[in-house]
């Protein structure tokens, strides 16, 4: 629908303008051509402006879209994207993809209308953007791989952020809850001939009490005729994080008759009761430094051609230190202890939690365990793509779009020591999920137990992708127009080879191990007995680094602080010096998570745009093909050539290929109600690919009992290869009420009919197998074998929900903004979904005149069922963050701003049950000062 200025726009434009353009407005008629043009030229900017160019994108939209401008985000303290989409009513922002690396104080997941982030589509200038992870978990772990990492996406790159909650065949599938399509800027659009802007300042962390420089530039020119143009930007952004913790990892130990019989023998109350498997005072510190930009040169030849060449990239180092200082008080560790003043709580699902217990032991025994890993971790991001138009005739217009964009995830070294505590003494104590449990040792000494950990994990992302799109203008009543077009893409994400460390022995050669079998380093010695382990016995370097004086502090007490560790040097030479890290030999494709997944697609669609008096609208259908292809290892068979071997053993690689299609049919209409009333309806069916690690043809498979009897299926765990994709049929109905400029009110239902959701549950599949012959021979034959296995299926699933929306400015110089959502997600045995957020929403103000600014802002997000982490379902606990930021223009070229993160100091609390907490963090505030040039 063609946008036309209304009494509302005029209003806008007095407002903003002030009463002298105001009446020159009224009197254009009768103004001169070259009056008229001064007039056209006229650039309003800030947050008024800002709200305004908002606005009238969202009202004439045919879609249901909400619109963030650049001066918003500048006038925001946004320090990426996603931190700005908070503001948006539906849009949930996550401290941390579901990897188990805690919450961190920069949100780096966005979701939307109360689904998992993987279920939004995250889009750069209308195409796909591979994505990098720096965690090693999320690198390899499942339920992220769809999603996209917002930390390497500064606010200083966007023109505008829109939000598109209702799908269109022209846009391109991938998001069952809607898509966020971030544009950058373009050479041409600028309206001075030469153009640089700079910002110039630093962000101090209180918790780790440290500052760090923050960089960015733009410099843009064009020639006078507006037909040639080249930007560039930059940036070069550090700083420091610091989180305090108190983690439980997980609640997967039950006190029974097998693993704990004489403890049970003497309190027969504890069968069958669980425990914390590990409660530690968790340590983390990182060093992040992002740097990248953006380059874009375009063509405009004349009128009715445009081509744009761009080039962007994106990299943050993420060198990170953990040390978690842990009681473990599971059964393997207890049960010859004496246990006294223990307590058993009972959750609402009548679950036993062990919540309160003392040990005693006659003499020193292990009661905990100290890990210190330090990891050079990278992530990173980029993108080369080129866009054409041509407008052939005033009915035809033809426009294309090429290019590949590359991510990467790397974890090249974790430097690892794990120390056993030993004492003759232990307690703990749950304390709900508000405080950090409580536990302690009593006079608890250290020795060496393990090396461990996965090294040169790199994870790889590509896509490459083509499409051609067309707009036919047409008089045929009630259709305007017909878009069509064809995109063909390949989606590549894997894997390079991984390492496994392990001590390493004195001669230089492997340790014996078998199979995924841990051993311990006196599996050094050769069958004489005659090697021995490298630097035995693995003497530690001095623990001369300590937790800072105030470590914990806001998060409870009871829990170890002055604790000392190996600072990360010293461990790193430790580690080349005691460990085996040979490539070859300590490959282990199986137990390292090594996978790929490539994924072809081919679409075309046939979209009709709609315009009578007073609504607009579109029809169409999108046909989509995809090709799948999933790979991974498991162990070689006798006489089976391997693909790799390893002292982990033989590996032969697998593949599993299936294709589909789907056809996306959508329809949506949008109605004045009245001149300030707009209404909107949308019906569609989307369709969201299951995540890559998902996909991975990865097992672990159980064959104990086949051993005994060959017909007896078996057990185990593994990933999906026939996962169907999320095929969801989305209803979306808004009513929006523009009553002033710059003001509306606006309220909307939606529903998601998810017939094939992906989630947590059991199915039934085939694998091949070694097993003896059962009749008395001696034989081994590889047979298949039926297997329930424990792993991602398809479900059906529905999210149905209310939006609310506000804003409106109060006088000339003061406004207010407000939004909440409301959105229930359950699958079809009544489970809450993954990413699910049932309340949410975000309070906010702002005071501008000609000079001052300032603004505030409030989100709070609901209880966040973030997954399944070490074999039980956790959350994150509802809470809310405030933020804020003041601005001063002395003049046109020099500004400065504060910006301040996280002001009020949230705790991200995450839990289990009501009564087995998972983790309580701090990461303290952050302020940005900045100085703001344009020339």
């Known amino acids: 629908m063609k946008v036309k200025q209304t009494p509302i726009s005029q209003a806008v434009l007095i407002a903003l303008l002030g009463a002298t353009s105001g009446a020159a407005i009224a009197q254009q008629t009768q103004q001169t051509p070259a009056q008229q043009q001064q007039l056209e030229t006229v650039v309003v900017t800030g947050i008024r402006a800002a709200q305004e160019k908002s606005l009238n994108v969202k009202r004439n939209a045919d879609t249901h879209i909400d619109v963030i401008s650049a001066e918003d985000i500048g006038k925001m303290p946004d320090k990426n994207v996603a931190d700005s989409l908070a503001r948006v009513p539906g849009v949930t922002i996550l401290n941390s993809p579901a990897g188990g690396s805690g919450g961190f104080d920069e949100r780096d997941r966005v979701g939307l209308r109360g689904t998992n982030p993987s279920l939004t589509q995250t889009l750069l200038d209308g195409h796909g953007i591979a994505n990098g992870d720096w965690f090693v978990l999320d690198q390899t772990g499942a339920g992220v791989g769809r999603s996209v990492s917002y930390s390497l996406l500064p606010s200083e790159l966007v023109n505008r952020v829109e939000v598109r909650k209702s799908a269109e065949a022209s846009l391109v599938e991938g998001g069952t809850a809607g898509s966020v399509n971030i544009i950058t800027r373009k050479p041409l659009e600028f309206s001075k001939a030469l153009t640089f802007e700079a910002g110039v300042g630093a962000v101090y962390a209180n918790l780790p009490k440290k500052t760090d420089p923050q960089l960015s530039a733009l410099l843009n020119w064009r020639d006078d005729s507006k037909t040639f143009g080249v930007l560039v930007q930059a940036f070069s952004e550090k700083r420091h994080l610091r989180r305090d913790g108190v983690e439980t990892l997980g609640f997967i130990n039950q006190l029974t008759k097998d693993n704990a019989a004489d403890l049970i023998k003497a309190h027969g109350d504890l069968e069958g009761v669980y425990t914390p498997d590990l409660i530690g005072a968790a340590y983390f510190t990182q060093e992040r430094e992002r740097k990248g930009g953006l380059i874009r040169a375009e063509f405009k030849p004349t009128q009715d051609v445009d081509l744009t060449l761009t080039g962007f990239s994106s990299k943050m180092d993420a060198d990170n230190y953990n040390r978690n200082y842990m009681i473990a008080p599971r059964a393997g560790l207890i049960n010859s202890s004496t246990i006294s003043d223990y307590q058993i709580v009972t959750d609402s699902k009548g679950v036993k939690t062990l919540s309160k217990a003392t040990f005693n032991w006659a003499a020193p025994s292990t009661a905990g365990y100290f890990d210190q890993i330090s990891r050079k971790a990278s992530a990173q991001s980029n993108f080369f793509s080129l866009d054409g138009s041509w407008k052939v005739n005033n009915a035809l217009t033809l426009s294309a779009n090429a290019g590949t964009s590359k991510g990467k995830g790397q974890t090249l070294a974790q430097d690892v020591v794990e120390t056993h505590i030993s004492t003759t003494r232990a307690s703990y104590a749950l304390q709900g999920n508000d405080t950090a449990p409580a536990f302690g040792f009593t006079t608890p000494t250290q020795g060496f ?55 390493g022995c004195a001669s230089g050669t492997p340790y014996r191990v078998t199979p995924f079998t841990w051993s311990l380093p006196s599996a050094c010695a050769d069958a004489n007995g005659n090697d021995a382990p490298q630097n035995s016995p693995y003497t530690l370097p001095a623990f001369s680094g300590a937790y800072p004086g105030n470590f914990g502090s806001g998060l409870g007490g009871g829990f170890p602080t002055g604790i000392a560790y190996i600072p990360a040097n ?330 301040a993160q996280n002001l009020n100091d949230p705790k991200l609390k995450y839990y289990a049950s009501e009564v087995q907490p998972r983790g309580i963090y701090r990461n303290g505030r952050q302020f940005y000062l900045t100085a703001r040039l344009k020339f």
Request: proline letters at 3%.
């Open 449 to 503: 137990d393990w090396i461990f950990g996965t090294e040169h994990v790199i994870v790889h992302d590509k896509e490459t992708w083509a499409q051609v799109d067309g707009e036919y203008t047409l008089d045929m009543g009630a259709l305007k127009s017909l878009k069509f077009g064809v995109r063909g893409a390949e989606h590549k994400r894997y894997t390079d080879a991984t390492l496994n460390q392990g001590p």
């Open 570 to 899: 010293a461990l790193a030479e430790y580690n080349s010096r005691v460990t085996n890290r040979d490539p070859i030999a300590r490959r282990s494709p199986f137990d390292g998570g090594e996978y790929s997944v490539k994924e072809t697609t081919t679409a075309a669609y046939l979209q009709g745009n709609l315009e009578g008096d007073g609504w607009s609208g579109n029809i169409g259908v999108r046909a989509v093909h995809t090709k799948q292809s999933s790979g991974a290892f498991r162990p070689s068979f006798p006489g089976e050539k391997p693909d790799v071997s390893s002292a982990f053993g033989d590996f032969t690689a697998t593949t599993a290929d299936r294709s589909y299609t789907d056809l996306l049919p959508s329809a949506s209409v949008r109605i004045d109600v009245t001149r300030n009333v707009v209404g909107r309806l949308a019906l569609s069916r989307t369709v969201t690919r299951a995540d890559y690690t998902a996909l991975s043809a990865f097992t672990s498979l159980n064959t104990t009992g086949m051993f005994l009897d060959n017909n007896a299926s078996g057990g185990g765990t593994a990933g999906n290869a026939d996962l169907k994709p999320i095929r969801s049929t989305n209803f979306d109905a808004n009513i929006e009420w523009y009553f002033a400029p710059r003001a509306f009110v606006s309220m909307g239902a939606f529903h998601m009919e998810m017939a094939s959701y992906i989630t947590n549950g059991t199915f039934s599949a085939t694998y091949p197998v070694l097993l003896g012959n059962t009749g008395g021979g001696s034989t081994q034959q590889v047979v298949n074998r039926q297997f329930t296995i424990t792993g991602l299926t398809n479900k059906k699933a529905a999210v149905t929900g209310l939006e609310f929306a506000f804003e409106t400015p109060i006088a000339n110089n003061f406004g207010v903004n407000a939004n909440y959502t409301y959105a229930d997600g359950h699958d079809a045995d009544g489970h809450v979904l993954r990413g699910d957020v049932k309340n949410s929403f975000t309070l906010g103000g702002f005071f501008e005149n000609d000079q001052f600014s300032a603004r505030v802002n409030y989100s709070y997000t609901d209880d966040i069922f973030i997954g399944t982490d070490r074999g039980t379902d956790y959350y994150q606990k509802g809470n809310g963050v405030l933020s804020a930021s003041l601005g001063y223009k002395f003049n046109s070229n020099f500004a400065l701003s504060l910006d």
